[in-house]
């Protein structure tokens, strides 16, 4: 058994783990719960020699670990797989394998050896993956599989997963728990790091949550979601969104006949048509790859359409710029905000302005006791999670928090339309409630919301209507309480009658 113990870990005034200890103990799936920002992948990255602890001790059965790098974490039987990738693109599966592989017990792999391991680990645990693929051009569920490989190959007994189903589909979440499953039942060790609580229930034999680096309490795999969410975040949590039905005004967003092509050239959006009213949210949703991604940069006009017309307020906005979009009212959060929501390595402050350098510039040069005083506001409002300061970089933020500044920032001026692709990404219930929440009171002020998301929870309670998107097409705009069956089926490029027949005739 692993056992961590009054692990202390503190970055400069902030202590992200105070005393931790926690267990993981072969042939058990620990869940590790707790909001953004709690300590979760500080804890780990100690476990895993990436970070040293300033306090505490680890300890193998009786014998206590020394864990200054990975390679010593490896050699003592511990594996990780990371919450960012650590897989280098332009390489093959293969190839990363190899790379991955510090000499250890296994002793060096050659690139024979490592083809091998692949298709003998993919096929152990129903893991499907080409070892000669590159990872590049691999869809990120299948990447992650890679990632478990490579912590397989060392034949880890202790295996972390660091929040590992937040980039997942719900059948690629449910593949992932299986495997789990197997690997605990073969007598390993899992300490599963995630916020989503259903996942939790499902496949925890033990639940720890951890509070602002503290553990709060540990927790049977019966306890309602209701009870963990108020464990995670100190208060009792709604995780429903609460709203008003929808007084829909005039049309805001018209989209005619929109065609887009990726990078590549491929058609991404196909002829869509749709409008979205001024004090109501339309949810598009599907599967990842279908034209989302393209259309929210088109109106944005980061992407350049090939035809068809875009009016927001009236106004053609089709060929403009983002300046001009953002100028026209348009308020955006990215789906990747890490790419494009925020610049890492400035303040909070300066990312809380970056939309609206006009407005605190004063001579020329950048007002920075206005920026200051916004920041602080803000920070307030948003409830922001930082460090101590507002100088600090937001790439030390955690996720919940990072995305807190970026929907801070586009929510602080008056809108006509606010689109945002995967809002809660990432993100933690209690972020979550609040980030819904705001949402809401937008659509409330009467701007049109467009909301791009792949998680049907987050559609169903956010959307009050939702439009299907598949292969660059709407495929139906139906009402938020339409059957998840039916929906799944729209998906697939199904058209609604035909979904409804279809789930209809199908044993209950
Ligand atoms: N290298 C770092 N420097 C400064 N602060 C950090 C660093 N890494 C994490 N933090 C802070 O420590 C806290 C815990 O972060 P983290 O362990 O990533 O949380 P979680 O994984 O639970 O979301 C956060 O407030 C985060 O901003
Ligand atoms: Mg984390």
Same mark, same amino acid.
Request: one cysteine or more; proline letters at 4%; aromatic letters at 4%.
């Given at each position: 058994?692993?056992? !961590?113990?009054?692990?202390?870990?503190?970055?400069?005034?902030?202590?992200?783990?105070?005393?931790?200890? $926690?267990?993981?103990?072969?042939? *058990?799936?620990?869940?590790?719960?707790?909001?953004?920002?709690? &300590?979760?992948?500080?804890?780990?990255?100690?476990?895993? +020699?990436?970070?040293?602890?300033?306090?505490?001790?680890?300890?193998?059965?009786?014998? #206590?670990?020394?864990?200054?790098?990975?390679?010593? /974490?490896?050699?003592?039987?511990?594996?990780?797989?990371?919450?960012?990738?650590?897989?280098?693109?332009?390489?093959?599966?293969?190839?990363?394998?190899? !790379?991955?592989?510090?000499?250890?017990?296994?002793?060096?792999?050659?690139?024979?050896?490592?083809?091998?391991?692949?298709?003998?680990?993919?096929?152990?645990?129903?893991?499907?993956?080409?070892?000669?693929?590159?990872?590049?051009?691999?869809?990120?569920?299948?990447?992650?599989?890679?990632?478990?490989?490579?912590?397989?190959?060392?034949? /880890?007994?202790? =295996?972390?997963?660091?929040?590992?189903?937040?980039?997942?589909?719900?059948?690629?979440?449910?593949?992932?728990?299986?495997?789990?499953?197997?690997?605990?039942?073969?007598?390993?060790?899992?300490?599963? $790091?995630?916020?989503?609580?259903?996942?939790? *229930?499902?496949? #925890?034999?033990?639940?720890?949550?951890? *509070?602002?680096?503290?553990?709060? +309490?540990?927790?049977?795999?019966?306890?309602?979601?209701?009870?963990?969410?108020?464990?995670?975040?100190?208060?009792?949590?709604? !995780?429903?969104?609460?709203?008003?039905? /929808?007084?829909?005004?005039?049309?805001?967003?018209?989209?005619?006949?929109?065609?887009?092509?990726?990078?590549?050239?491929?058609?991404?959006?196909?002829?869509?048509?749709?409008?979205?009213?001024? &004090?109501?949210?339309?949810?598009? /949703? +599907?599967?990842? %790859?279908?034209?989302?991604?393209?259309?929210?940069?088109?109106?944005?006009?980061?992407?350049?359409?090939?035809?068809?017309?875009?009016?927001?307020?009236?106004?053609?906005?089709?060929?403009?710029?983002?300046?001009?979009?953002?100028?026209? &009212?348009?308020?955006?959060?990215?789906?990747?905000?890490?790419?494009? %929501?925020?610049?890492?390595?400035?303040?909070?402050?300066?990312?809380?302005?970056?939309?609206?350098?006009?407005?605190?510039?004063?001579?020329?040069?950048?007002?920075?006791?206005?920026?200051?005083?916004?920041? @602080?506001?803000?920070?307030?409002?948003?409830? $922001?999670?930082?460090?101590?300061?507002?100088? @600090?970089?937001?790439?030390?933020?955690?996720?919940?928090?990072?995305?807190?500044?970026?929907?801070?920032?586009?929510?602080?001026?008056? =809108?006509?339309?606010?689109?945002?692709?995967?809002?809660?990404?990432?993100?933690?219930? &209690?972020?979550?409630?609040?980030?819904?929440?705001?949402?809401?009171?937008?659509?409330?002020? +009467?701007?049109?919301?467009?909301?791009?998301?792949?998680?049907?929870?987050?559609?169903?309670?956010?959307?009050?209507?939702?439009?299907?998107?598949?292969?660059? *097409?709407?495929?139906?705009?139906?009402?938020?309480?339409?059957?998840?069956?039916?929906?799944?089926?729209?998906?697939?490029?199904?058209?609604?009658?035909?979904?409804?027949?279809?789930?209809?005739?199908?044993?209950?």
């Amino acid at each position: 058994m692993l056992r !961590l113990r009054g692990i202390t870990k503190r970055f400069g005034s902030l202590t992200a783990n105070d005393s931790i200890s $926690i267990e993981a103990v072969p042939g *058990r799936i620990h869940c590790l719960l707790g909001e953004n920002g709690a &300590g979760k992948s500080t804890l780990m990255n100690i476990l895993f +020699g990436l970070l040293e602890p300033d306090e505490g001790e680890i300890l193998l059965g009786d014998k #206590a670990l020394t864990l200054t790098n990975p390679k010593q /974490a490896m050699a003592a039987g511990i594996g990780m797989v990371h919450q960012h990738f650590m897989l280098i693109p332009v390489f093959t599966v293969a190839e990363n394998m190899v !790379l991955g592989h510090e000499p250890g017990r296994a002793g060096m792999l050659d690139l024979a050896s490592a083809r091998a391991l692949v298709r003998d680990l993919s096929a152990r645990y129903k893991l499907d993956v080409d070892p000669d693929a590159l990872v590049e051009d691999l869809p990120v569920g299948i990447q992650q599989r890679v990632e478990i490989l490579k912590a397989l190959a060392h034949d /880890a007994t202790y =295996l972390i997963f660091d929040e590992p189903t937040a980039v997942l589909t719900p059948q690629e979440i449910d593949e992932l728990m299986a495997v789990m499953r197997t690997l605990r039942d073969e007598g390993r060790a899992i300490i599963f $790091i995630t916020h989503k609580l259903r996942e939790v *229930r499902e496949v #925890a034999d033990d639940i720890t949550v951890i *509070r602002r680096g503290k553990v709060v +309490g540990q927790a049977a795999p019966e306890t309602s979601e209701a009870e963990l969410a108020s464990m995670m975040v100190g208060r009792a949590v709604d !995780l429903k969104v609460h709203k008003a039905p /929808a007084q829909p005004g005039d049309d805001r967003l018209v989209v005619e006949d929109l065609v887009v092509a990726s990078p590549t050239g491929a058609i991404a959006v196909d002829h869509l048509s749709l409008t979205v009213r001024g &004090g109501e949210i339309v949810c598009i /949703a +599907g599967v990842q %790859g279908n034209g989302q991604t393209e259309l929210a940069e088109a109106l944005l006009g980061t992407m350049r359409p090939l035809s068809g017309r875009v009016t927001l307020d009236g106004v053609d906005i089709t060929h403009s710029k983002p300046v001009d979009t953002i100028k026209a &009212g348009l308020g955006y959060v990215p789906e990747d905000r890490h790419r494009h %929501g925020f610049v890492g390595e400035f303040s909070i402050a300066h990312n809380l302005v970056l939309n609206n350098l006009d407005e605190y510039s004063k001579f020329g040069a950048l007002d920075l006791k206005k920026i200051r005083d916004n920041a @602080q506001a803000r920070i307030k409002e948003f409830d $922001i999670r930082h460090g101590g300061s507002h100088d @600090q970089e937001v790439r030390s933020l955690s996720g919940g928090n990072q995305q807190k500044v970026v929907l801070a920032r586009e929510l602080s001026r008056p =809108l006509s339309l606010l689109i945002a692709s995967q809002p809660t990404r990432g993100v933690d219930v &209690g972020a979550i409630e609040f980030l819904h929440g705001r949402i809401v009171e937008e659509r409330d002020r +009467g701007t049109a919301v467009l909301i791009v998301s792949t998680e049907l929870e987050e559609v169903e309670s956010l959307a009050d209507r939702i439009a299907v998107m598949y292969r660059g *097409r709407i495929v139906g705009i139906v009402p938020p309480d339409t059957p998840r069956d039916v929906l799944g089926l729209m998906m697939a490029g199904v058209a609604y009658d035909e979904a409804v027949a279809t789930t209809k005739g199908a044993p209950a």
